[in-house]
């Protein structure tokens, strides 16, 4: 018969010491791993240009050499010339056209190719989609033959149906900017439609039924069913489309160049010419600060106005 020799007894405070051993809570650091690039990410490619621009922005640097520290001097000279103001104003109605009128547009035609029954849904739906996919400089290629005074397509259409013609689209500075309108209408429209096409899709097919039993009609329906349930995708594409069109640059430099008399120059486009053809890169600095200032607030403005990242009650 064999007898099991005991170890010795651990006294209490052994027993708690391991336990509280065992137990004691661990920084939870992968979380905060996995998390890291995103903020690495956004310092590195957000924050830092943000800060060197604002501080290059009260320099005069060449691109060469060491900046020479000016204070407010290029926010000085920006209140008073007059190709910025042109600029900011050129931009502000390019900025009415996205908002306004691309983005209604969009809204009518997310609304028909959700109609029920419609044949070659997809095709419509990609023929809407392509132009946001082309190349900038193909686009610009295409409307500048369209546009074109002598050979353009456009006054060929119009000298045989109206006997008109002749309209310097790219030469005037009227024309000028209904020619880069269209051209955003026609490249922006499409891309704002899967938004809103999408949306669509998400409203209940119950509350166009309710509305029908309650002997609404199709404007009734859209008003009071469809835009309240689009309301958020809406309020997403408007500022988007604003933040787009504040930024314009492809259109108006690679059709006009930002003329004629600068009737198409945009602020992206007067920082570009102040920075790589002037070398003023504290004075684009500076326009650029300004940009920055004006679509942020103006963005929070609208996130206000229009309940972005308000809960519902």
């Known amino acids: 018969m064999t007898t099991a020799v005991a170890g010795p007894a651990r006294t209490a405070d052994e027993r708690t010491g391991q336990a509280g051993t065992a137990h004691r809570p661990r920084t939870p650091w992968a979380p905060y791993l996995f998390i890291s690039p995103f ?6 490619f957000m924050l830092v240009p943000v800060a060197v621009s604002l501080w290059l922005s009260l320099t005069e640097w060449v691109g060469l050499g060491t900046p020479h520290w000016v204070g407010l001097r290029n926010y000085r000279l920006l209140a008073t010339d007059i190709s910025f103001h042109r600029a900011l104003g050129n931009t502000g109605v390019f900025v009415l056209v996205a ?15 959700n109609t029920r029954g419609l044949r070659a849904r997809d095709l419509w739906r990609t023929a809407y989609f392509v132009p946001i996919v082309v190349s900038p400089i193909l686009v610009a290629l295409i409307f500048g033959l369209l546009f074109d005074r002598q050979f353009g397509l456009i006054n060929s259409v119009l000298h045989a149906l109206f006997g ?22 026609w490249r922006w429209t499409g891309y704002l439609t899967v938004f809103f096409l999408a949306g669509l899709q998400n409203v209940p097919r119950e509350l166009y039924e309710a509305a029908a039993l ?18 958020p995708v809406t309020a997403f594409v408007v500022v988007t489309s604003f933040i787009g069109a504040a930024q314009i640059f492809d259109e108006p430099y690679l059709l006009t160049g930002g003329g004629p008399a600068e009737s198409t120059l945009s ?5 570009y010419r102040a920075a790589f053809q002037r070398q003023q890169f504290g004075y684009a600095a500076a326009a650029a600060v300004v940009l920055f200032v004006l679509v942020f607030g103006l963005s929070q403005l609208f996130n206000r106005l229009l309940g972005i990242g308000r809960t519902s009650s």
């Open 39 to 44: 903020y690495l990410l956004y310092v590195l």
């Open 214 to 231: 309650d002997g609404a009609g199709r404007l009734r329906t859209f008003t009071t069913v469809t835009l309240p349930a689009l309301k």
């Open 99 to 113: 908002v306004f009128v691309v983005v209604p547009l969009a809204l009518l035609i997310a609304q028909a190719l």
């Open 164 to 185: 008109t013609g002749g309209a310097d689209w790219l030469g005037d500075p009227t024309l000028a900017k209904v020619s880069i309108s269209l051209v955003m209408l």
């Open 267 to 271: 602020v992206t486009m007067f920082i």
